[in-house]
């Protein structure tokens, strides 16, 4: 903690009262400390805090519609789930002179299950192996690009210093899945459809955040959590087109706004993303274990 005090000095007090109040400036603009410069110029750059940003029209919601079963091809079930959305208007403060600010979304996996069961014969599963043996709480869910961002479109917002005046601005994201499972079991030679059920939970974490990109200093805005549950049946001896069916839910559970900031976890700021980390194995009812395709 500085103090400082002034004093006036003898010659100082020589000088009429303008110019002395001049020379007391001058000399307190550039008295340095051994503990650095008290308050110069130079120095007295406007700090960007949590309590300077504005954010206000924050929304996170998922489309209030369900799954979308398509049964087009005879090689693969896709489906399309409604899509989560995340949006604020954000104002920042004026930025200093050598400071460059970007504020948008980073997201994060926490939590997967995904299996497709065919039969009695086994199951295929995308995995998360670090996740899944505990040994990350999350995984990055960037674009695979704009690390630690989900995007680098209408996901984020760069201020570039100096600033005169306040950034207004909006950041936005969505998310969903829309994936392909073969009917037949992924790892034989027949086409022979046998899939008979698609389960996926899966769980999430976005943060609204600030981050200076020579400090690396990031200011956390808001914390959602959220989560996308898919359970779908299929008969695979009727004609494609009517094979399959959604069950349970119908409509997904909205994103929760936390009232505390939970931290990000250093893991989910960077490589790998979700999408690059997850293994497609095959976990037959008899037998060991076979990776279908590998992490990247």
Known sequence: MHSLILVESQSAALFPGPVRLTWLLLTVSLTCTDMGCIQSIACNKSRIKRENIVVYDLSATIDHCPTVIEENSPIVLRYKTPYFKASARVVMPPIPRNETWVVGWIQACTQMEFYNTYGDVGMSSWEL????????????????????????????????????????????????????????????????????????????????????????????????????????????????????????????????????????????????????????????????????????
Not at 141 to 165: A, H, L
């Open 129 to 296: 192996p670090q996740l899944r043996e505990g040994l990350v709480r999350a995984i990055s869910d960037s674009d695979g690009v704009s690390y630690p961002w989900y995007g680098n479109t209408t996901e984020t917002v760069t201020i570039v210093g100096p600033t005169s005046k306040p950034s207004r601005f909006i950041v936005s994201m969505n998310d969903n899945f829309y994936p392909s499972v073969t009917w037949a079991v992924p790892v034989s030679e027949s086409n022979t459809p046998l899939l008979t059920n698609i389960k996926r939970d899966q769980s999430f974490t976005t943060w609204l955040v600030a981050l200076n990109t020579t400090s690396r200093e990031k200011i956390l805005l808001h914390t959602i959590k959220w989560r996308m549950r898919v359970d779908i049946t299929v008969d695979p001896t009727l004609p494609l087109g009517s094979r399959a069916r959604l069950v349970g839910r119908v409509h997904q559970d909205q994103p929760r706004v936390l009232t505390r900031m939970e931290p990000i976890p250093l893991n989910a700021m960077g490589r790998p993303n979700a999408n690059d980390a997850q293994v497609l194995m095959w976990r037959p009812r008899r037998g060991p274990p076979l990776v279908v395709i590998p992490p990247k």
